[in-house]
């Protein structure tokens, strides 16, 4: 039988990536130009990887679907990330909430995609996540969720398994696990 691998499917702004905030809600990055890490971002990572964990992160980026981001700069986005962070995937999924897909949060399509990542053992993998819509994907992927909090207006982690405000009492909590 093939080894089912641990994974933490991570989002990209608002966990690993400082979005733009406007009126206490957070929006992705337009720009690579404007694509920063938080702090602390690749050390934790690195824990990640070190323990044995892939990482995979899974993101919508509705904004290509609505014509305010160019799918050339979205493209150009992981590549300022992966130069900081050891990332195994980047799942990114363009199209709007309406559009009905199962990949699109908080339908669980973009956790469960498979693309040569091998088999997933869920009931071991974690989701590191800013809102409340990604908390119902993970469920029903079957992640343990732990929440980041970055005080974003109508988010607030209902029905994760944990809450922080860092990424790294995330991880703390997936290696005690």
């Given at each position: 039988?093939r080894?089912?691998?641990?994974?933490?499917?991570?989002?990209?702004?608002?966990?690993?990536?400082?979005?733009?905030?406007?009126?206490?809600?957070?929006?992705?990055?337009?720009?690579a130009?404007?694509?920063?890490?938080?702090?602390?971002?690749?050390?934790?990572?690195?824990?990640?990887?070190?323990a044995?964990?892939?990482?995979?992160?899974?993101?919508?980026?509705?904004?290509?679907?609505?014509?305010?981001?160019?799918?050339?700069?979205?493209?150009?986005?992981?590549?300022?990330?992966?130069?900081?962070?050891?990332?195994?995937?980047?799942r990114?999924?363009?199209?709007?909430?309406?559009?009905?897909?199962?990949?699109?949060?908080?339908?669980?399509?973009?956790?469960?995609?498979?693309?040569?990542?091998?088999?997933?053992?869920?009931?071991?993998?974690?989701?590191?996540?800013?809102?409340?819509?990604?908390?119902?994907?993970?469920?029903?992927?079957?992640?343990?969720?732990?929440?980041?909090?970055?005080?974003?207006?109508?988010?607030?982690?209902?029905?994760?398994?944990?809450?922080?405000?860092s990424?790294?009492?995330?991880?703390?909590?997936?290696?005690?696990?």
């Amino acid at each position: 039988m093939r080894h089912r691998r641990r994974v933490v499917f991570l989002d990209r702004d608002g966990v690993l990536v400082v979005p733009e905030v406007r009126n206490g809600k957070s929006f992705a990055s337009r720009r690579a130009s404007d694509f920063l890490s938080y702090p602390g971002v690749a050390i934790a990572m690195l824990r990640l990887e070190e323990a044995g964990y892939d990482l995979v992160v899974a993101t919508n980026q509705r904004d290509v679907a609505r014509g305010l981001l160019d799918s050339s700069e979205l493209a150009r986005m992981p590549m300022r990330l992966t130069r900081e962070v050891p990332l195994d995937r980047i799942r990114v999924r363009p199209h709007r909430g309406r559009d009905a897909c199962d990949c699109r949060k908080p339908q669980p399509g973009l956790l469960l995609a498979d693309d040569g990542l091998g088999p997933v053992d869920f009931a071991l993998s974690c989701m590191g996540r800013d809102r409340d819509s990604d908390v119902a994907a993970g469920h029903a992927a079957g992640c343990r969720i732990i929440f980041i909090d970055r005080g974003w207006r109508d988010d607030f982690g209902l029905g994760a398994d944990f809450v922080t405000d860092s990424l790294g009492i995330a991880v703390n909590v997936i290696l005690s696990q």
